[in-house]
């Protein structure tokens, strides 16, 4: 599992729902997650402006999920980015099988499989500064 990943959940039951205890440490798990997503997008952005720049792009520019044509803000995909960043930066092989997985497990819906194709095909001529 890839950093930032949870593991698929079950449906909550109406007692787990009713429990002001679990919404409570869901609300809490939600707020780390974005402060490390922050916290990790602000160290690439430091480091590896171009790179990062350019798979911003390379996702905003194919819309995986067409969030962004429906008028959702230019940050939606930023999750996607940090996520592509450090395996551009890294050593993993990026597939258009990882990133729809990916894009799956994060957003619960089937990612537009041509916009995947652009987003692989653009990230193959990304090289991160040395």
Same mark, same amino acid.
């Not at 390379?58 to 999750?79: F, H, K, N, Q, W």
């Given at each position: 599992? %890839?950093?930032?990943?949870?593991?698929? *959940?079950?449906?909550?039951?109406?007692?787990?729902?009713?429990?002001?205890?679990?919404?409570?440490?869901? *609300?809490?798990?939600?707020?780390?997650?974005?402060?490390?997503?922050? *916290?990790?997008?602000?160290?690439?952005?430091?480091?590896?402006?171009?790179?990062?720049?350019?798979?911003?792009?390379?996702?905003?520019? %194919?819309?995986?999920?067409?969030?962004?044509?429906?008028? #959702?803000?230019?940050?939606?995909?930023?999750?996607?980015?940090?996520?592509?960043?450090? *395996?551009?930066?890294?050593?993993?092989?990026?597939?258009?099988?990882?990133? #729809?997985?990916?894009?799956? %497990?994060?957003?619960?819906?089937?990612?537009?499989?041509?916009?995947?194709?652009?987003?692989?095909? #653009?990230?193959?001529?990304?090289?991160?500064?040395?």
């Amino acid at each position: 599992m %890839a950093m930032g990943e949870q593991p698929a *959940r079950s449906i909550p039951t109406f007692d787990e729902l009713r429990d002001p205890q679990l919404w409570q440490q869901e *609300r809490d798990k939600a707020a780390e997650k974005n402060r490390s997503l922050k *916290r990790r997008m602000a160290e690439i952005k430091a480091r590896h402006w171009e790179t990062w720049s350019a798979v911003k792009r390379a996702v905003d520019d %194919a819309d995986p999920e067409g969030l962004l044509t429906m008028g #959702s803000p230019d940050d939606e995909y930023d999750d996607a980015v940090v996520y592509l960043t450090d *395996r551009v930066l890294g050593t993993e092989r990026i597939s258009p099988e990882s990133v #729809s997985d990916w894009f799956q %497990a994060q957003y619960g819906s089937e990612p537009d499989a041509d916009a995947i194709r652009l987003i692989i095909g #653009s990230l193959e001529g990304i090289r991160p500064a040395p």
